[in-house]
């Protein structure tokens, strides 16, 4: 148990749905972050939140859209994905961004249909 | 080009025996190396984190070492057991002044055969 929890575990979603995925942390940090990992490649940094405010954005398509309502809380809406969105979708906080030691949450296994 | 590049892609072991993964990466400027530890379905956990004046670093079983001249890493585990079955990522952080980066590379599968 890290201190980072998500839901739901496992999604499975057709390309025309709407869904969320749930991070929240329990360590009191002020760093949140969003990351995907596809099979055979490394992990891929979507969004870093500092402070309830995003700092980074990699390049990440309009179809995923994080929110961070308060420091222990992310979001990631998904609307209209596509099959090659299928991953594993991690969370990590971290207190401070710069080179901190960042704390991973157990992951939503998301398949598109 | 920042990268972070492990070998071997995956291990295969009996448990008892040693074994040890390697690391090399062209990030700059270099502020840290972390090993994770990623159990199938899971996210990872942090084994050992390292700094350019730290060459050797242990946490348990697991020994890791790190070469800033030459930009490698190592991580050693000794007398493997089966729950060391995992995924282990080496991830090298670092960046110029109110920057940073997290290059992670794609890590190692180990599997310890009973």
């Known amino acids: 148990e890290t201190g980072v929890t998500q839901t739901p575990r496992h999604l499975v979603m057709g390309m025309t749905n709407k869904k969320s995925l749930k991070c929240e942390q329990h360590?009191?940090?002020?760093?949140m972050y969003w990351y995907k990992q596809s099979a055979k490649k490394p992990l891929e940094l979507m969004f870093v939140?500092?402070?309830?405010?995003?700092?980074e954005n990699n390049s990440v398509p309009s179809r995923f859209s994080p929110e961070c309502p308060n420091s222990s809380h992310l979001f990631l809406h998904l609307h209209t994905l596509q099959p090659e969105d299928s991953a594993l979708y991690l969370c990590?906080?971290?207190?401070?961004?710069?080179?901190?030691?960042?704390?991973f949450g157990p992951g939503t296994r998301l398949t598109v249909l | 080009k920042n990268q972070v590049e492990q070998s071997p892609q995956s291990l295969i072991i009996l448990e008892g025996k040693n074994c040890t993964l390697q690391?090399?990466?062209?990030?700059?400027?270099?502020?840290?190396l972390r090993w994770y530890k990623q159990d199938t379905g899971r996210g990872p956990v942090s084994l050992t984190i390292?700094?350019?004046?730290?060459n050797t670093k242990s946490n348990g079983r697991y020994t890791a070492t790190l070469d800033a001249d030459t930009k490698q890493s190592s991580l050693h585990i000794t007398a493997s057991q089966l729950s060391d079955s995992a995924s282990y990522i080496c991830?090298?952080?670092?960046?110029?002044?109110?920057?940073?980066?997290?290059?992670f590379g794609t890590g190692t599968r180990l599997k310890v055969l009973a």
């Open positions: 690391c090399n990466y062209t990030v700059s400027p270099f502020s840290n």
């Open positions: 360590l009191g940090h002020n760093a």
């Open positions: 390292m700094t350019f004046s730290e």
């Open positions: 990590a906080s971290s207190q401070g961004i710069v080179s901190n030691e960042q704390f």
């Open positions: 939140y500092s402070l309830e405010e995003r700092v």
């Open positions: 991830v090298v952080s670092g960046g110029t002044s109110g920057t940073y980066k997290y290059i």
